[in-house]
Structures are given as C-alpha cells and as structure tokens.
C-alpha cells in the first residue's frame, strides 16, 4: 500500500461522524471550519496505522468496538488543543498573591486547619499548574503550618505525561525571570540544548490526574478554594458551558473562585457567580 494516498480530503459524512464522536465523548464542539484542522491532525494517525481513507478509519470506529476503545483517547489527544504559557494572563496570578491569599491566610489566622487548594482543569503541559505552584510556594513558604494541593488535571494523556516530568526547553520559560527560574528549576544541559526541571518543591505541591470534565461527580475528593479553567470553555456549546458551570460550583468550597480565559465568559449562561473583573468569578452565598 502507498501510505501516501492517506492524504486524502475527509469528506463531509466522515467530518461529521468525527465532530458528533468527540463532542459526545469530551463536550468539544468543532465548527465546520475545523475540518482542515482535523484532517490535518489525523493524516499521521491514518499513516501510523496503514488505513487509507476517512472512510475506512469511520467504518473502524463504528463496527470493532475493540478498536474504538483503544483508539478514542488517541483521537482525543490528537484534537484538542493545547496551547499555554507560563503565567500566561499574569493578572490572575497578581489576583491569588495580591487578593486571594490574603484574604485566606486572614481568614485561617486562629485555625489550626490551614488548607489550601486549587484545581487546575487543563493542565496541557503544565506551564499553567507550575506557575499556580510557584505563585502559592512563593507566598506561604514562610508561613507556619499549611497544607497546599494542586489538582492539575487534563483531558488529554499525551501533554499530561509531559506534565507530570516537568521538563521544558529554555524558550518556554522565557516568561520566567532569572530569579525564579534558579529558585524554582534546574537547568540541564543534553548536547547543545538547554531545558529546566520543576524541583522537588514545586512537584510535591502538585498531583497530575486524567479528568473529563463532562464526567461529573468529578474525581476530587476535597471541595476546592479555586478553579483555573482558562481557554477550555469556548470550545463548548452554551448547555456544555451551563452544565459545567453548575458542576464546578458544587465542587468550590463556599464563595470560591473560578478563573476563565480572558475571550470567557458567563454571562446569560449562570447566574451561580459573581463577576469580580478579569474574568475572575465568585461563588455566590
């Protein structure tokens, strides 16, 4: 077989077929423009396993369920996106330190419970639960007597294992000053390349876990003082948005917070928040 005729155009049926399967299984709703996207995100898929067409990829999918199992997740990772930052949107990190903390260390001032935790619901390749680790180890490390957890959770397999080593080439912490950088990494040398490891400090700040966040009840087994769920919720429609809205805030701990992507919003879709500005949400009482 000439594994190169697998670059062929899906076609509108298999499109379809592929948009309605992902949506059911991760609430991901791909427009009509996204075709191109799709095909060109799964013409290695179809190469790597020697099927030549869309259509004999859908026909796999529907009729050997044993193949269909093993191929979702596959399916999954290669079409959602994954694009992150270290402190990308820096003023939702300046909100926890300058606003958040306080306030909560004020609150714990005479417990002797000093707990704090934070769900990050799509960790991609972690640069955002790494900056949420630094952000808390930074304010609290010379504060007696608290528990810190990161939830970070993804979706996607592939850019969690990636994740959990927390190791980056040089370039992706150029938004990291020097100083964190020496305190919070260590720097690799393999050949003429360059990369940085999240410490042990940070790495026991943090627990990398698999969530779909259609699947509720979530698989968290403590109420939470914050969400991070930034640049997921405009890949869903208005009734996935309402539903997942709902399911968070029966997991935030009274008057939490959730924190969504600066192109985000709630508005005509829950009335469970109130809006404090940077697309920073409250709980409401």
């Known amino acids: 077989m000439d594994l190169k005729s697998v670059l062929n155009t899906i076609g509108d049926a298999e499109f379809d077929f592929i948009k309605d399967l992902i949506y059911k299984q991760s609430g991901i709703f791909l427009a009509p423009h996204k075709k191109v996207m799709v095909q060109s995100r799964l013409n290695t898929r179809l190469r790597t396993l020697s099927i030549p067409s869309y259509e004999e ?76 680790a630094i952000t808390a180890y930074d304010y609290f490390q010379h504060k007696a007597g608290w528990n810190i957890k990161i939830t970070a959770s993804d979706i996607d397999t592939a850019v969690l294992k990636t994740a959990g080593e927390g ?82 805030a029966e997991q935030l701990k009274p008057l939490g917070y959730l924190i969504l992507g600066h192109s985000e919003t709630m508005f005509g879709i829950s009335d469970r928040y109130k809006f404090l500005g940077h697309t920073v949400y409250q709980k409401k009482d």
Not at 101 to 107: D, G, Q, S, Y
Not at 169 to 188: G, M, Q, T, W, Y
Not at 229 to 242: A, E, G, L, S
């Open 57 to 132: 990829y859908c026909q796999k999918l529907k009729k050997d369920p044993k193949f269909a199992s093993e191929e979702m997740q596959e399916l999954i990772n290669r079409l959602t996106t994954n694009k992150t930052d270290f402190f990308r949107e820096n003023h939702h990190f300046d909100f926890l330190k300058n606003d958040f903390f306080p306030k909560l260390e004020e609150e714990h001032k005479l417990s002797s419970n000093k707990t704090l935790r934070i769900w990050c619901s799509a960790s991609s390749t972690g640069e955002e639960p790494y900056s949420l």
């Open 167 to 248: 190791i980056y080439k040089s370039e992706r912490l150029d938004p990291v000053s020097d100083a964190l950088k020496s305190k919070h990494f260590n720097r690799i040398s393999k050949g003429d390349q360059i990369f940085y490891e999240a410490k042990p400090h940070l790495k026991s700040l943090l627990e990398f876990k698999q969530i779909n966040l259609l699947n509720y009840p979530f698989p968290i087994k403590d109420k939470v003082d914050i969400i991070f769920c930034r640049n997921v919720v405009i890949y869903f429609d208005k009734q996935t948005q309402k539903t997942l809205f709902q399911n968070f």
